[in-house]
């Protein structure tokens, strides 16, 4: 039964590449790389969140105490979804505008506003994981006081 189900996966990877290839191959590759590059990178996004990624400076805030350097990551983890919001918010409005214009490729005509809804879908959960991060750094500082 395995198989059978490689078989048939094998036969739609196949199907899917025969489609896929020429728009690879052809002169738009560079925008099709491009609108890859852009959901890779979108895709990484949450998890940069989630996993407190993003560069920071805590030597003041070790300077000040602990309960500042708590105060200094509250702060940041806000300031952190509210870029998110702007973004989720500012690639709902180009997304929504290349969808309405029918943007395609020129030569095969393969619509670019799914690449650009990715995108945007990502960047919104990357928004709620960096609310989360909100909600855990506010829980920690309730906790402390």
Known sequence: MSSINLTETSNFLSKVWSVAKP???????????????????????????????????????????????????????????????????????????????NESSPILRWPSAPWWWAVTALIAVATLAALWRCLIAGSQEKQEQ
Not at 58 to 86: E, H, N, P
């Open 23 to 101: 728009y690879w191959r052809s002169e738009e590759r560079a925008r099709a790389w491009a609108l890859l590059t852009a959901v890779v990178v979108a895709a990484c996004f949450p998890i940069l969140m989630m996993r407190r990624g993003n560069v920071t400076i805590r030597m003041l805030g070790q300077a000040l105490g602990s309960r500042t350097a708590r105060l200094f990551d509250l702060f940041g983890a806000l300031v952190s979804a509210l870029f998110f919001a702007l973004m989720t918010w500012q690639y709902t409005r180009f997304s929504a505008e290349m969808a309405s214009a």
